[in-house]
């Protein structure tokens, strides 16, 4: 035994040291193929970013930290601001009003020079309206209400809205099942953006000259929904639509199939999330959603943010991580034009915001991970191309994954 043990002792010892002997040849290649990231100097520029980090919509928030985190690191890499450093400044905005509004003013009031932030719509609508009396710019990287670039004029995002995105999971669900013809929609009546909507989806399925069954309502904060389940299973709706945040809609996605609806499911921008995956496991299996991400869209910087993602999360990166780095992308790169334009430092932080605000609404914005991307002068997205997925999960629910579905317009070509 011992000396067996020995023996290997010894192989192991020989190949860590071949092993190590070659690591140098391994960094020599790589060097050769990429220039070395060039040493950054001066003070950092900060840039504020405020996501729920903590309750419910920290699903989400998770998955925004990761993209804003791997932007960080890249623009640096390839740069930073002209030589500067970039520097995120995290502030948990948590779930709900009160930790936007906290996470919000304690940015407000430090040396960033603008807000990437809050994760949800109803957090929103609380916060921003303090970025927009004290001047300073913020990008919503997930607020997809359509009333949000409306809050003012230093309020943009970079999450289209519903009314763009929504419709396109209705035709994809009705392209694989033409034979729908009664829909039952549930909906979070607690939360603005699910709201926003179900308005949405139940226009255009009356718009399809489909009939919709009594709509059903919910909480956010509810794990339960027999109720609604049992108020409308026995109309045998041949379509079931959610709007809802991550855990609830999980959870409604589960029961709806425990309670024995096997027919599609279109969920919203809620269920977007791979987080989402441990909610309802195999029973999340199916589901259709609308994306305003892929990561199988071409694109140097995505193709980039997608292998370093894989790289360090053993998966692929989801819709919620490629919008908080374009979030990041477009401050960096307004940053960039503004300082080749008058210089950062010569501008006090108050005018530094003003005009960097009037800048970022100005540029397009080649080669995000969302594509080619600019604002409307209302500080929406402008966006080219959109996705429709359907989620697939192995049969013991523990890995899932959005497939892409031909859009409608690739099925009418
Ligand atoms: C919003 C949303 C949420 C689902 C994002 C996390 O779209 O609140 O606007």
Do not use: W
């Not at 190949?15 to 950054?40: K, N, R, W, Y």
């Amino acid at each position: 035994m011992m000396k067996v043990s020995l023996r290997l002792r010894i192989a192991f010892l020989v190949l860590l040291a071949i092993s190590l002997t070659s690591i140098p040849a391994v960094f020599a290649q790589d060097a050769t193929e990429e220039a070395p990231p060039v040493e950054l100097t001066g003070e950092p520029v900060r840039i504020g970013f405020a996501v729920a980090e903590s309750g419910g919509s920290s699903l989400f928030g998770q998955e925004q930290v990761i993209g804003a985190e791997i932007a960080r690191d890249y623009f640096n890499d390839h740069g930073g601001i002209n030589g500067r450093p970039i520097e995120l400044v995290f502030q948990d905005a948590a779930s709900d009003e009160a930790g936007a509004i906290n996470a919000f003013q304690t940015l407000i009031s430090s040396d960033v020079v603008g807000i990437v932030g809050p994760t949800l719509s109803q957090q929103a609508f609380a916060a921003d309206p303090l970025a927009e009396e004290a001047a300073v710019p913020v990008i919503g990287p997930s607020n997809t209400h359509p009333d949000i670039p409306g809050i003012g004029d230093f309020i943009a995002r970079v999450s289209a809205p519903v009314t763009v995105v929504a419709p396109n999971a209705v035709d994809a669900a009705l392209a694989l099942n033409p034979d729908v013809e009664t829909v039952a929609v549930f909906y979070a009546q607690n939360d603005a953006f699910a709201t926003s909507e179900t308005v949405v989806f139940q226009a255009y399925v009356e718009e399809q000259g489909l009939t919709l069954l009594p709509v059903q309502t919910f909480q956010t904060t509810d794990t339960d929904f027999t109720t609604q389940i049992t108020n409308v299973l026995p109309s045998e709706p041949d379509l079931i639509i959610i709007s809802g945040l991550a855990v609830d809609s999980g959870n409604l996605v589960r029961q709806l199939r425990e309670l024995g609806f096997a027919g599609p499911i279109v969920g919203g921008n809620g269920l977007n999330s791979t987080n989402m995956f441990t909610v309802c496991q195999a029973l999340c299996d199916g589901i259709i959603l609308a994306q305003a991400y892929s990561p199988l869209a071409e694109g140097e910087i995505n193709q980039a943010l997608v292998e370093i993602y894989e790289e360090e999360q053993g998966r692929t990166p989801g819709q919620f991580t490629g919008q908080a780095f374009a979030a990041v992308q477009v401050f960096v790169e307004a940053l960039r034009a503004l300082d080749d334009e008058v210089g950062l430092d010569t501008l006090e932080l108050a005018d530094l915001r003003v005009q960097l605000n009037e800048t970022l609404l100005g540029l397009t914005y080649e080669d995000t991970p969302l594509g080619t991307i600019s604002f409307t002068e209302d500080g929406d997205i402008v966006q080219a191309a959109y996705f429709v997925a359907q989620i697939e999960m192995s049969e013991d629910g523990t890995e899932g994954s959005f497939v892409l579905l031909p859009s409608a317009e690739e099925e009418a070509e």
